[in-house]
């Protein structure tokens, strides 16, 4: 999509933080017209963008933001779905309750905000949905194999949205950042059955300090913003881009090219993890 001919009406969810504050921050500074989201929106208004009550696990929330952004603007161009959760803790130890609240926010929270947007871009024969994946949506990390799966599923749900909208003049791309320095470290939120007792406990607690590590040397979030704008200015953008530090990048090709075991074996040498 092509911006250089005008500003573009751009919706972003997830903004009172981390990569989606500085999406809109960065998209604002460049002139486009950007509402953010955020299930209780700060009080203070934001400078340059304005900010909207959106929950993404609510479908009437999904609802009513899409429709007063419509109403104000008479338009939206871009979709930037960022608003999610982490969950860390063993599978054994997750709960079915607390791995439906990860997929509803990272899986049906998008859904949602597509089925509302898509109807209003069919119309116009235009528009744009960037979905923000993660390389933990492409290699599969333990202790986090909700939030592995969420991401997991986002790749297969835009390659599919992808190919059902074109034809209308529709475009989707995922953007998958590896670690980023936000808050998300500090919110995530355990599996209850990860505390004391949990068989995993040792192994879990040693992954996620290391885990937790390099988020806080991550990139910025406003490296993540910038291949957000990179997606925006290419007329023809791409499946899926990767944003983070070369080192977790060439993890994903990785995974291609060495035999499976092998780079398992890798993959939990890092995280401090010894096969049997």
Sequence with gaps: MDTSQGSKVVLVTGASSGIGEACAELLSVRKHVVYGTSRRPPETPTVGYRMLALDVTQ???VRRAVAELLEREGRIDVVVN???????GALEDTSVEEAWRQLDTNVLGVLRVCKAVLPHMRERRSGLIINIGSLGGVVGL???GLY???????EGLTESLRQEVEAFGIQASLVEPGDVRTRLTDNRVRAEGSRDGSAYREPFEKVL???EKEEREGVPAEAVARKVLEVMEAREPDVRYSVGKLSQRAAVVAKTLLPARTFEGLLMSMFGLKRR
């Design 142 to 144: 333990p202790f986090q």
């Design 59 to 61: 479908e009437d929330s």
């Design 82 to 88: 960022n608003a999610g959760h982490a969950l860390a």
């Design 209 to 211: 300090a290391i885990i």
């Design 148 to 154: 592995s799966a969420s991401k997991f599923a986002l």
